[in-house]
């Protein structure tokens, strides 16, 4: 998403995704642009919203965002949160003591 990779580049990736995801009953559920949101989320980090706006408007990360798309449908992944580790996909939300246990079982055996 144009938003977030924008977002990234002011060095804010995961605190934007993470407002979105947080927020998506307030903009997915809804047929109206979500522009609007997607800025006022920014604003309330303090990004710069006209660097965001102006990668919306001019699709600056469509490619990558649709390379991101392709690489994980063809790794089958459908749904968020999707974790892989060592190979293993785990999908849902994990407690942090399933995934400190599954990666010292790894970091055991190595």
Known sequence: MNAVEAAGEQGMFFELGSSLF??????????????????????????????????????????????????AQGLGVNSTPTFFINGKKYIGVQSIETLRTTVDAILSVN
Request: charge should be negative; charged fraction near 40%; hydrophobic fraction near 30%.
């Open 22 to 71: 947080s927020h998506q009953s307030e903009w997915g559920e809804s047929d109206a642009d979500p522009t609007d949101l997607f800025l006022k989320y920014a604003t309330d980090l303090k990004l710069d919203a006209g660097k965001i706006k102006a990668a919306i408007d001019s699709h600056t990360f469509d490619s990558k965002v649709d390379r991101d798309l392709k690489d």
